[in-house]
């Protein structure tokens, strides 16, 4: 049980997700490409060193009956412009289906979700919001997007398959 400062840390971040749930619907969390503020953290040290792409993901859907969603290897403005336009038609009454294709009139991408099966080992905050141990996760999709010729990770000549691991293969 953390106690002292990482408490109260705790109490203010969770206050955070809480109000941007209730006034936009979802919070987006990022996790990598920055520094960790967390009491008893090195600031010094990068998030991410190990290699491992950053990676986004919403808090608020499964309030909906919906499944969280969760993006990989995009830059932090990427992931959030992503992340809230679809969140948005699921918020509007789409329901998300694994394996059909999304396309965007404002971004050259398409994107397809996928069941993420480790969601326990990433939704750490989505789970912390809805008090949910992690081997009982809310459930999440892996947007997965397309490289700039059209073809995603699981077709012969994709642009960057480390920047954009298969759901199941990464965890934070």
């Keep these: 049980m953390p106690t ?6 705790l109490d203010q971040a969770d206050a955070r997700v809480t109000e941007c749930v ?11 490409g920055g520094r960790c503020a967390a009491p008893g953290c090195s600031l010094g040290d990068p998030l991410g060193e190990d290699g491992e792409p950053p990676f986004a993901y919403t808090v608020g859907l499964f309030g909906l009956h919906h499944p969280e969603l969760v993006t990989v290897g ?10 809230n336009h679809v969140a948005r038609r699921v918020m509007e009454g789409q329901d998300l289906i694994p394996g059909a294709l999304l396309t965007f009139e404002e971004w050259q ?7 993420l099966p480790n969601p326990g080992e990433v939704l750490f905050t989505a789970n912390r919001y809805y008090r949910r141990p992690d081997h009982a996760s809310v459930p999440a999709l892996q947007l997965t997007y397309d490289d700039v010729t059209g073809r995603f990770p699981w077709e012969e000549g994709y642009a960057a ?6 759901p199941g293969t990464w965890s934070a």
């Design 74 to 83: 995009l830059s932090v403005e990427t992931a959030a412009a992503l992340l």
């Design 109 to 115: 991408h398409s994107v397809v979700p996928e069941v």
């Design 161 to 166: 398959p480390d920047k954009q691991p298969r």
């Design 4 to 9: 002292g400062d990482k408490l109260a840390w």
């Design 22 to 32: 209730r006034t936009y619907g979802v919070y987006i969390q990022y996790v990598g």
